[in-house]
């Protein structure tokens, strides 16, 4: 069994690969509509990192208590009741793994159009294919790729950044404003539906704690691995999308979902295209870490769910095949489902509503049961969280009610299936 567990440097690899993906390179041009103050951009990202960690802080605990793989749908289960484990699944199956997947598949076909080449869905479409068949097979073939491609990715984000704050900034203007109306744009509602950007930037922080079972000496290596994580990602977002502001104008940017490449166009020149094709090929590992995660979470729930039975079915090495290839073909149909902005939109709100519902069971910890925080002062992390959390979602219904309404219709479409699943078992 040994040979089977991760140790906390794959664990945290996988938190790294599900947090940096497409978020970062693409949401800045929906943020700059209304905001252009460089210090509101700017802190949209910290507070996003801030939630994040406290979300690490949480499911440390909460997967130091239930010992199980599965995150949301075995915290849920055991907390409230098995219909909202089986949401959360439902919601993961089919937006909270499987469109980032398709999103990251997209992002990657539109920053390598810049070699010439019209790479359409077709080029998303293999991608997915090629990494979910290295992922089929052993979990040392799995964590060698992963790790493989997380390190090009950091070394490639480190790069970006470094290149990006050498240089003096060719345009004039540039994006980057300093005054004080950072303190009106506070207020406004376009604020806080720009968190619902940015936090899903940061989903991925709690990615390790779905596979508690495969990770060694989870009490010590878990916490690590997110932390470690968490922090990395927060300091790197922070710097990137200063760097994009600091080498492009405003309106360049403005509704444009390949900002690195505008940015690093205006620096490089006609050198841009390895930016670009790094972009793309960091991707990777968002792809694998996604359906690594996902299918994991998705055989959790099939060991306790008739209709998803057939996908709780292992290897000879334990890796869950079935659900890996569900998680594919779900993510293929949805590159042909919509438009890039109503994807991420729907899924970033119904991933919102499904961590305020996680963060909720950290309330039902008792204090003899925590491991880090072992004071009432715990507490105050999950009340943060969800104030946080509860104003994006409100905005988001507000300001975006077609995505919103989409996202609700998906959670209760889950809601009729789990009465139809519960009456096939009986």
């Known amino acids: 069994m040994a040979s089977l567990k991760i140790g906390w440097k794959t664990a945290a690899a996988l938190v790294i690969s599900n947090m940096i993906g497409t978020g970062v390179f693409t949401s800045l041009g929906y ?3 209304d905001l252009k103050n460089t210090y509101s951009i700017l802190l949209l990202w910290i507070i996003g990192g801030f939630l994040a960690l406290i979300g690490a802080f949480i499911y440390s605990e909460l997967a130091s208590k239930f010992k199980q793989s599965g995150g949301d749908y075995i915290y849920l289960s055991r907390t409230f009741h098995p219909v909202f484990g089986y949401l959360s699944s439902w919601i993961s199956l089919f937006v909270g793994f499987s469109a980032p997947i398709s999103l990251a598949a997209l992002a990657m076909s539109k920053y390598l159009n810049i070699l010439g ?22 979990l040392n073939l799995s964590s060698k790729f992963q790790n493989v491609f997380t390190v090009l990715k950091v070394v490639f984000i480190l790069t970006l950044i470094g290149i990006g704050l050498y240089f003096v900034p060719t345009i004039e203007p540039n994006a980057i404003v300093v005054d004080n ?7 406004l509602p376009a604020f806080a539906t720009s968190l619902v950007y940015v936090t899903f930037a940061y989903t991925g922080w709690n990615s390790a704690s779905y596979i508690i079972e495969e990770i060694d000496q989870p009490k010590k290596n878990l916490p690590k691995a997110l932390f470690i994580g968490v922090i990395f990602v927060t300091i790197a977002y922070v710097f990137l999308n200063y760097v994009f502001l600091k080498h492009a104008s405003a309106v360049s940017l403005v509704g444009k979902e390949d900002v690195a490449n505008i940015s690093f166009r205006n620096l490089l020149g006609s050198n841009v295209k390895w930016v670009s094709c790094f972009i793309a090929l960091q991707l990777i590992a968002t792809i ?17 769910n008739k209709l998803w039975s057939f996908m709780a079915k292992e290897n000879k090495n334990r890796i869950p095949v079935r659900a890996i290839w ?13 438009d890039f ?13 499904l961590a305020t519902l996680a963060i909720c069971t950290a309330f039902f910890i008792k204090r003899d049961e925590l491991t880090i925080i072992k004071s009432r002062f715990f507490y105050l992390l999950p009340t943060i969280f969800l104030a946080f ?14 995505e919103s309404l989409i996202g609700l219709g998906i959670i ?4 009729i299936i789990f009465y139809f699943d519960k009456r096939i078992s009986k």
């Open 326 to 338: 569900v998680h594919t073909t779900i993510s293929i149909l949805l590159i042909f489902s919509g």
């Open 389 to 402: 959390s509860l104003y994006i979602c409100y905005f988001v219904l507000t300001q975006k009610p077609k």
């Open 117 to 138: 080449f019209n790479f359409g869905k077709e080029f998303a479409i293999a991608m997915i294919l090629i990494v979910a068949v290295f992922q089929s097979f052993s």
């Open 181 to 187: 109306t950072w303190k009106q744009e506070l207020l």
């Open 288 to 304: 694998s870490g996604y359906l690594w995660i996902g299918s994991r979470l998705t055989q959790a729930t099939a060991r306790e």
């Open 31 to 33: 943020q700059i509509y």
């Open 412 to 415: 209760f479409l889950g809601l």
């Open 341 to 353: 902005e109503v994807i991420f939109t729907y899924t970033s709100f119904v991933l919102q509503v």
